[in-house]
């Protein structure tokens, strides 16, 4: 099936320069000045690169390109056709830059340089396996097996999906600090785990902050199946999306947020929970047979 993605805003042939040069300067993916392509529609200019890594790239624009806090990202602006992905505009306004940019991928299927074990220097490769289909997999379950990324991030969006075997329970743990002996307690969590084998009360169920706030109904695959997640961490608020749908949306600091926090006996005792503005971001491994795959990250604006 062939589609194509209009954009509002044109993209000029300086404009297309320059995202040339930053698929360059940004990217440590494979893709070359010589595979990318910019040329002429009738009016239209088309950009287009290889879609064999192209998932890992997003657009950004912007009207002043030496103003590095004016871009802004353009979600989802490009189009799959005959093996490439593409960004057309039509030439109405000349003052409009674009760019690409390359997610920072966590685990690709084969590495695990940007994870550790918490509170070490080294990844727990007995308590994970890659899989032969480039899995990230949980072997036992055990607090000492928690991972979290080698470096620390403020305001993001992160992406992954996962999946579960019967009983499986699993988490993301967000703006993490080494404080404390676990991770849990210094930071928010994104609760993953498969609802069908336990009787659990809603703010512990899939897609939820873990003892603070139950998701919105919505879909979760049974196990088995793969679930796509994303959580958005933007200066104070916090957005969790499971299969396309927002199930929880709160901010941080706020006195209602607070609240929740004050009444929960398992938050409750730690000072600093859910007070950094730049932490890790941990994986947790509570059980086996917890899959995870295509984990990746972008920085983005505070709000």
Known sequence: MKRKTELKNPLNLISAVWLCAEVLAFTSHAVLATELRAHLEGSNLVMSWPTNTSDDFYVETTTNPTDLAGWTIVTNAASQLDGLYFVTNSPADSARFYRLRAWEVLFNGSSTSALRGYRSTSFPG???????????????????????????????ELVWEWKTGAGGNSGVIYRVTEFYDA???????????????????????????????????GPLLAAGQWNQCRLLV??????????????VSYELNSSAFGLLVAGSPSFSPYAQFAKARTGYIAFQNWTPEVWFRNIKIRRVLPR
């Open 183 to 217: 991770a849990w307690k210094s930071g928010p969590e994104y609760q993953l785990i498969d609802d069908s084998g336990y009787a659990l009360p809603t703010d512990q169920s899939s897609g939820a902050v873990w003892g603070l706030i139950p998701p919105t109904t």
């Open 234 to 247: 933007q200066s104070n608020h916090v957005e969790h999306w499971l299969n396309g749908r927002l199930r």
């Open 126 to 156: 007995s308590e994970w396996t890659i899989t032969a289909n480039g899995e990230l997999k949980t072997v036992s379950g055990s607090p000492q097996g928690h991972i979290i990324t080698t470096n620390q991030f403020t305001d993001f």
